[in-house]
């Protein structure tokens, strides 16, 4: 069992089973496994476990913040949205606690030094220099109020659920067919021939009459309305301003540092390749060879003759080095030369170092500046909500935004007229001096008559919104946007010549000619592309609402869309099948068997969910939502 579970360590499951530990104190909060706030109800059962109601109030009202963060703070959600996340919350407590159960059941037993390989292997608690940092450990203890007694419990509890849910995973596989098939998908490439018609290579159209240019008002007033604007009062609170008022004692700047020494130091790094081979007889001949001056494409030819590979690692440290046998020889080494055969469970290895980069400390005085900064942002984030909490007060209490900036020292920002883009009535942008990007969305969702309230912002700081009026949307005069309509027709004539063009240049190919060669009688210089994929990562390839088209098409058929700047005429002229990568295939096979394991999953925890026996109470969404009578 340790073996197996020192094993999973390493595996992406358990990695991230282990974030979602770590990521579940930031969205559940530790509310539910320090206290119940005394209120006792039960509001689900799993065999002999109970969830309570303080539990699963503390998951529902988190995963809300969540959201609310994620979708802007005027995100209200309606009765419906709030008992579907309450079931969800509620979903995973109890598949949580179904998994405990069976944990349990089958004697999955997590030992110390295990607990300790996985602590030491989270990248959260590593510092700069990669490595585990009991200072970072400690101020994630701090940040969510466990102890250390604790956290390892919950830790523990979360590997024995890792082992369960891997045992399930592992045997997920992907049948070679669908892998096939889907590889042969993904890899087949086309070659075609593009043709661009830009709006601008149209010929000038004749000078239009004042009925023309009337009658395209008349037919496309959104061009010619002006849109809503709005008056608008924000109050701000924002980190920058609390922390500005901070103070950071010398003495507290130098202990900062060296604590976080590590966040202004690098360490040693040195730029390493490597070849690995399967004997010790090929790995000293490529040593001797490439210490004698061969260049590296001989030794990649080697290399790949003796049945191995050759390659540069990058710019690596000791500790990222991946072999500590080779990070002993790399580092020992003086640029330029070449190690003896090392021997690993992959074969044996040659390392030559190619560039080395000194570590590097910055100085105090170098960062005081920076690290004050720092402290004093981290600072203001813990004393922004009791100030919040003050301002919010005074909200409440009936003050204008005016007299609450006033008491408490805060930042007004007016604007007399604002469109949703942060435009003003000429069309230029306003100076919004920092203003959350989410408050000028919540400024146009709010309705006439709302009452000005304090809302948090995803980057931390806060705001209240007054909304002082609203001028509607309304077409604008014809004389006054004259120049805008003769542009927007000119515009729309060039549109018409280039899409009859394009239309004929279709109509060509339907005839039997090729768009190469239609492309060139019309006076137009057609482009070939290189062979490229569905996905159009490579170089050349057509946009995407082109490269999607001409994958529907047989070889030369052909097909037109429109761009922001023209219209784009496209011919497939060769499709070529996937060829024989196997280790592509190999790659779509793990994709696949992890989306299998995802399905085993689900089924499993489902599965563990019916025989546990989970009892909700019939009451529980509304409960939790706080929607019940």
Not at 101 to 111: K, N, S, T
Not at 171 to 186: E, N, V
Not at 536 to 558: K, S, V, Y
């Amino acid at each position: 069992m340790l073996a197996a579970i020192r094993n999973s360590l390493n595996s992406w499951i358990v990695k991230a089973l282990f974030l979602l530990l770590i990521a579940s104190f930031a969205v559940w909060g530790i509310g539910d496994f320090v206290t119940s706030g005394g209120r006792e109800r039960t509001v689900a059962r799993v065999g002999d476990a109970t969830v309570s109601l303080a539990e699963a109030t503390e998951a529902y009202q988190r995963e809300l913040a969540q959201l609310r963060r994620s979708l802007g703070g005027q995100f209200e959600p309606t009765g419906p949205i709030r008992q579907a996340i309450a079931e969800a919350a509620l979903g995973r407590l109890t598949a949580l606690r179904a998994l405990d159960l069976e944990a349990e059941r089958i004697g999955v037993v997590v030992p110390d030094d295990a607990l300790r390989e996985a602590v030491f292997a989270a990248e959260v608690f590593r510092g700069a220099d990669g490595r585990f940092s009991r200072v970072q450990f400690q101020a994630f203890l701090r940040n969510q109020g466990l102890t250390e007694q604790r956290f390892l419990e919950l830790l523990r509890g979360d590997l024995a659920r890792g082992q369960v849910v891997g045992s399930v995973r592992v045997g997920a596989l992907a049948p070679d067919a669908l892998a096939a098939a889907l590889f042969a998908y993904r890899n087949e490439r086309r070659v075609a021939d593009l043709v661009e018609l830009p709006f601008v290579a149209a010929p000038a159209p004749p000078e239009p009459t004042e009925e023309q240019l009337r009658r395209h008002y008349e037919n496309n007033p959104d061009l010619f309305t002006a849109p809503e604007y709005r008056a608008l009062t924000f109050l701000l609170l924002t980190l920058e301003d609390v922390a500005r008022e901070i103070e950071i004692p010398e003495a507290a700047l130098r202990t900062a540092y060296e604590e976080r020494r590590g966040e202004f130091s690098s360490p040693e790094r040195r730029v390493i390749a490597q070849v690995v081979v399967r004997d010790e007889e090929r790995a000293r001949a490529i040593a001797e060879a490439w210490a004698a001056g061969a260049p590296m494409a001989n030794i990649v030819a080697e290399a790949e003759a003796s049945g191995g590979t050759a390659g540069v690692l990058g710019r690596l440290s000791r500790d990222e080095v991946p072999l500590p046998a080779l990070a002993a020889a790399a580092f020992a080494l003086p640029a330029g030369r070449v190690s003896e055969p090392i021997r690993s469970p992959f074969g044996w290895h040659v390392v030559r170092v190619e560039e080395i980069e000194p570590a590097t400390e910055r100085a105090f005085d170098e960062v005081r500046e920076e690290l004050k900064a720092q402290l004093a942002r981290e600072r203001a984030a813990d004393l922004i909500y009791a100030r919040a909490n003050r301002v919010e007060d005074s909200i409440a209490a009936g003050m204008t935004l005016e007299q609450v900036a006033r008491a408490h020292g805060l930042r007004l920002l007016s604007f007399a007229a604002i469109d949703a883009a942060g435009r003003g009535p000429d069309g230029e942008p306003l100076d919004l001096d920092g203003l959350p990007e989410e408050a000028l969305q919540g400024a146009f969702e709010a309705g006439p008559g709302a009452i000005p309230r304090l809302t948090e912002a995803r980057d931390g700081s806060f705001y209240a919104l007054r909304l002082d009026g609203i001028t509607p949307p309304a077409l604008r005069p014809f004389d006054a946007v004259a120049t805008e309509v003769r542009a927007s027709w000119e515009r729309e004539q060039r549109r018409r010549a280039m899409e009859e063009e394009a239309a004929a240049l279709l109509a060509a190919v339907r005839e039997g000619v090729a768009l190469d060669e239609a492309a060139r009688r019309r006076g137009w210089t057609p482009r070939r592309t290189p062979p490229f994929r569905r996905d159009g990562a490579e170089a050349g390839a057509p946009p995407p609402q082109m490269t999607q088209a001409l994958f529907a098409l047989a070889r030369g058929e052909a097909t037109m869309i429109e761009m922001p700047a023209g219209f784009l005429v496209g011919s497939v002229v060769a499709i070529e099948a996937a060829g024989d990568d196997r280790a592509g295939r190999e790659r779509i096979a793990r994709e696949i068997a992890g989306a299998i394991a995802d399905d085993l999953e689900a089924q499993f925890l489902e599965a563990l969910r019916t025989r546990a026996g989970v009892r909700i109470d019939a009451n529980a969404t509304r409960l939790i939502a706080g929607d019940a009578p």
